[in-house]
């Protein structure tokens, strides 16, 4: 990892930690997502932009939270997020619907704190994460190597059978758990009859 990918995961972090501390103080229901989460929890940075994962209806609060913090926002056209910017560009997604589904209370609430980046922020739960990453994996996003990574890192914090039961009806999602399975990074899976998910 050269100086300037420390410096880029460097900025991120900083933005990670005023936008995170921001919504905490706003009483945005919210956790961490994506890859920062994934950081979050012992994988290796592999860090592009933040996300956190909210309430919809928390949308219209957090956007004001981050404007007020000198933050530049917008509305793009997809249906499942909203983005900010900070005044080094560095951009945060406010994700609203992980692969077409709402973000539950119920998610955020299961979220557990962990200190990243100096700061105790709520962070989306393993297994909430993990299905989150390869739930939407499809003919045109269907990346297993840069996820294998991230998962074999997290393996030990994760239900593999509830993955397995939540994915089972997408090929993509639920060839890579079998990919799992045939590296031996986890153990095999029996998938539970209630897949249902968030």
């Not at 979050?40 to 860090?47: I, T, V």
Request: aromatic fraction near 6%.
């Amino acid at each position: 990892m050269g100086s300037h990918s420390h410096e880029v995961t460097d900025a991120i972090l900083e933005t990670l930690k005023r936008a995170g501390a921001g919504l905490k103080e706003a009483g945005v229901r919210f956790a961490l997502a994506g890859g920062c989460a994934g950081y979050a929890r012992g994988a290796a940075p592999s860090l592009h932009d933040v996300d956190f994962a909210l309430v919809e209806e928390d949308v219209p609060l957090a956007l004001k939270t981050l404007e007020s913090l000198g933050f530049r926002t917008a509305k793009p056209p997809e249906d499942w997020l909203v983005k900010a910017f900070d005044e080094e560009g560095v951009l945060v997604d406010l994700i609203f619907s992980l692969a077409d589904r709402p973000v539950t209370e119920a998610m955020i609430a299961r979220a557990e704190p962990i200190n990243t980046a100096a700061l105790s922020l709520p962070v989306l739960e393993a297994t909430d994460l993990v299905i989150s990453w390869i739930l939407p994996l499809s003919e045109h996003a269907c990346d297993y190597g840069s996820l294998l990574p991230m998962v074999r890192a997290m393996r030990e914090q994760v239900d593999w059978d509830r993955v397995a039961s939540v994915v089972a009806p997408s090929p993509y999602a639920s060839t890579f758990v079998t990919l799992l399975e045939r590296l031996r990074i986890i153990a095999p899976t029996t998938p539970r009859p209630d897949g249902t998910w968030p």
